[in-house]
């Protein structure tokens, strides 16, 4: 996009920033020594902005702290190497301890929003059942969640996606079809978009509507302070509360600014919204109790295993919608506590991405990038966290007190990675590919069905062989009925201290079993809502 183009679209953070916003850290303004709030927020992403704009417009004083920068559409120019080290964790590179999992988190303002994929749908009923039975969750129905989903659906506009599918998602519904698999359109959440294909290096338009663009600026409308490129390190807890929070400034790519000045925030209560893997490690890090040792544990990412295609025509996967058609028929075809069922989409396929995904390397791998153009690929989301082989991961400190994941690929996954590439191969040769290649190692291009399907069921499903990823991270500090079984109660409060809340993705007791931002929005809508009711008396309500 030139610059031309770009200074033509209204900017609602450069103008939010000369309305006099109160926006420290960066280029900012250096970060008072010590600030005294309402309500300090760790976070600024999904959990995170529906929560501000909610205590915001219960009119309690609001600090938001957000390690990442404050980024906006004139920042956006749709270039891999400029957003993977500006708006991501550990520059996108973030890896479970063994390597084997690339896991994409976001680290900016908006969090994982500002650079997700749009696709949105509510909490699977089935999930929620199996929180019901086993989390003592007895109150996360279907029925009593609905109005906190409508509510969040009509304030980030999330409906229908009217255009056509590009050929990537096409190849999906197309196979799907032949083979007689129920494939259907994904929800989105955006208005006026352009079907530009860029969403994960920020939208260039506005047209996404993550919290950078929605909730961040109302909560900044209402007077609520934003410290940008600010760490939350600590927690001071005494008393059985939180005291206070101590941040400091990082640089712009997250390094450590020597010599920096702490800020030390006391407020009456403090949510942690930093999203799976970094909520769990501020509560770590600040040592709060956790007398049944769950904190950081039964962390999921929907482990990620990827299909690519080839076909005589152009597919040109990185331009339009991203995922806009998916197939659910491989998670209701054994039960929620089977073996693993999984999620099928068709990802957004950018060269420095897919570069670093797809296997093999030199002239192997300049040949395979060769046919880019002509390449399509399905991804399979694996339901992790509903039997009891599938225990997920766990968040561990480093010695500088920066998470690392252990998640172990164990053979329940791996049998559910090996039917998904099975799936998925077979999908792509009905919708007509020329030739078919699992994301692994030791596969080659497959030139037909049969000889795909011999081949993948001999491939050794091994950690490091089979290339996996995540961009959806959840649990960690998971809520429930019982404090046995549970880091926070129902309500979002921590069952050892009263001034504290986790409103984000480690709350879920398992995964999603479905892309997860909607599941964060709705549940974030319904605690905030009563977090607001009860340090104000006042009933808020989410207003699109
Ligand atoms: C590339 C990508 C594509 C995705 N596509 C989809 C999709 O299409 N549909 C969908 O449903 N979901 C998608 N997701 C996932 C979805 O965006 C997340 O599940 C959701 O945003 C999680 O919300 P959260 O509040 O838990 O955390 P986040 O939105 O990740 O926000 C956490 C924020 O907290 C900040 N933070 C963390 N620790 C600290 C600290 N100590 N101090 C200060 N700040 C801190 C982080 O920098 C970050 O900005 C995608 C994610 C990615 C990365």
Redesign the pocket.
Known sequence: MTSTTASTIPDPIRSGLQRGWRVRGGAHGPLPARITCDVAI???????GITAELLTHAGLQVVL????PLKSSSDFRQLESEAYPSL??ESAGRKTADKAITI??????????T???????RTPPTTLEHWQQHFGLTDYTEAALAPWFAQAEQRLNIGPWLTPANRNNEVLRAGARRLGISAAGIQRNVKGCWNLGSC?MGCPTNAKQS?LVTTIPTALDRGATLLVE????AFVVGHGQVQALV?TPVAGNGAPVHGAAPTRIVARHFVV????I??PA?LMRSGVPDPHRLLGKRTFLHPVVISAATFDERVEAWSGA??TLYSDHFLHSQPIDGPMGYKLEAPPMHPVIVSTTLTGHGQAQADLLKQFPQTQGLLALLRDGFHADSPGGTVQLRDDGSPVLDYPLNDYVMDGARRAFLSMAEIQFAAGARQVSPVHEMARQYTSWAQAREAIQALPMKPLLTRVVS????GGCAMAGHERQGVVRPDGVHWQLANLSVH???LFPTSIGA????S?YGV?NRLATGLAMSLTGRDVQLVA
């Open positions: 760790i976070g600024s992403g999904a959990g995170a702290v957000e390690e990442g991501y964790q994409l988190q976001g680290r900016c303002v908006g969090g994982s929003t650079v997700n994929w749009t696709s949105s749908f994960g919290m600010t760490r939350a390190d941040c919204a930093g999203g799976a970094n909520s501020l991203p995922q961009a959806h991270v959840m984000d993705g480690s892309n997860p931002q909607l964060v974030a």
